[in-house]
């Protein structure tokens, strides 16, 4: 698991263009949106099509993104139980 | 019409009213000289180039006259870089669009990122012209004195092609 929240970290990082920011600055557990990385609705469209790309996973349910969103420990918990590649 | 402010932000750094300012690229500028926008970091270049040229020029204005100014830019390319890095998202056997690209593929954007950093509520507009003409440029500023009374104008040019290819030449207007 510690392996794919630094992957998804990294990932982050580099969809959200979060120049300023490593791995090591991000809270594993911290709340992605609203505080913490205080990310926007553009940032969230950008995480679900993460998830597709890298993942294989496509969000059908839009109610369980705000608990899939969460933070970057709740993302890669749903990515193990879901992920397609 | 007065000029107050002139910047000029090219590869080889920026200058303000005159002096060579710094040797720093668009980043590197904003590092400088702003480096409290987190939010810089998502846009695209064509807005980083705008962003930190009004950085530099307004920070001598006040919060009220900034309220009632108006930013009128112009360039040739459009947002043409980013059009064609959106394209690449969406061609060829991946379809993964995205969102964060998508939002700036339009010229008019630099405009809008402006105002909202510096809380300016008047008009905003941005033309694309086939070449820099100084001349109608002026012209289109100075038409919004005649039809509004903006405190000033912020306006100019604002092109960008690559790392090694871009120009800011922006200056504030006034009556």
Same mark, same amino acid.
């Given at each position: 698991?510690?392996?794919?929240?630094?992957?998804?970290?990294?990932?982050? !990082?580099? =969809? *959200?263009? +979060?120049?300023? $920011?490593?791995?090591?600055?991000?809270?594993?557990?911290?709340?992605?949106?609203? &505080? %913490?990385?205080?990310?926007?609705? !553009?940032? =969230? *469209?950008? +995480?679900?099509? $993460?998830?597709?790309?890298?993942?294989?996973?496509?969000?059908?349910?839009?109610? &369980? %993104?705000?608990?899939?969103?969460?933070?970057? =420990?709740?993302?890669?918990?749903?990515?193990?139980?879901?992920?397609?590649? | 019409?007065?000029?107050?402010?002139?910047?000029?932000?090219?590869?080889?750094?920026?200058?303000?009213?005159?002096?060579?300012?710094?040797?720093?690229?668009?980043?590197?500028?904003?590092?400088?000289?702003?480096?409290?926008?987190?939010?810089?970091?998502?846009?695209?270049?064509?807005?980083?180039?705008?962003?930190?040229?009004?950085?530099?020029?307004?920070?001598?204005?006040?919060?009220?006259?900034?309220?009632?100014?108006?930013?009128?830019?112009?360039?040739?390319?459009?947002?043409?870089?980013?059009?064609?890095?959106?394209?690449?998202?969406?061609?060829?056997?991946?379809?993964?669009?995205?969102?964060?690209?998508?939002?700036?593929?339009?010229?008019?954007?630099?405009?809008?990122?402006?105002?909202?950093?510096?809380?300016?509520?008047?008009?905003?507009?941005?033309?694309?012209?086939?070449?820099?003409?100084?001349?109608?440029?002026?012209?289109?500023?100075?038409?919004?004195?005649?039809?509004?009374?903006?405190?000033?104008?912020?306006?100019?040019?604002?092109?960008?092609?690559?790392?090694?290819?871009?120009?800011?030449?922006?200056?504030?207007?006034?009556?």
């Amino acid at each position: 698991m510690d392996n794919l929240i630094l992957q998804l970290k990294q990932q982050i !990082i580099e =969809a *959200l263009n +979060l120049e300023d $920011l490593t791995p090591a600055d991000i809270d594993a557990e911290a709340p992605l949106f609203g &505080e %913490g990385l205080g990310l926007d609705s !553009i940032d =969230a *469209l950008e +995480l679900i099509v $993460l998830l597709e790309r890298e993942y294989g996973i496509r969000l059908s349910n839009p109610a &369980e %993104g705000k608990e899939i969103f969460r933070s970057v =420990a709740s993302i890669a918990s749903y990515v193990a139980d879901n992920r397609k590649k | 019409m007065k000029t107050i402010a002139h910047v000029r932000v090219t590869p080889e750094g920026a200058v303000l009213d005159g002096n060579h300012i710094s040797d720093a690229s668009i980043t590197g500028l904003y590092r400088e000289f702003a480096g409290d926008y987190p939010k810089f970091f998502k846009m695209d270049n064509l807005c980083r180039l705008g962003f930190v040229a009004a950085e530099l020029l307004l920070k001598g204005t006040s919060a009220e006259d900034r309220a009632d100014a108006a930013v009128v830019l112009f360039n040739r390319n459009g947002s043409l870089v980013t059009d064609r890095n959106y394209q690449k998202t969406i061609s060829g056997g991946d379809f993964f669009p995205s969102p964060a690209l998508f939002v700036y593929t339009l010229a008019n954007i630099v405009t809008g990122e402006i105002a909202i950093r510096h809380k300016i509520y008047g008009e905003t507009s941005f033309y694309v012209m086939p070449a820099y003409d100084p001349g109608q440029m002026d012209d289109i500023a100075e038409d919004l004195f005649l039809t509004s009374s903006p405190s000033f104008v912020l306006t100019g040019w604002v092109d960008y092609n690559d790392d090694n290819d871009y120009l800011a030449d922006m200056k504030i207007m006034t009556r």
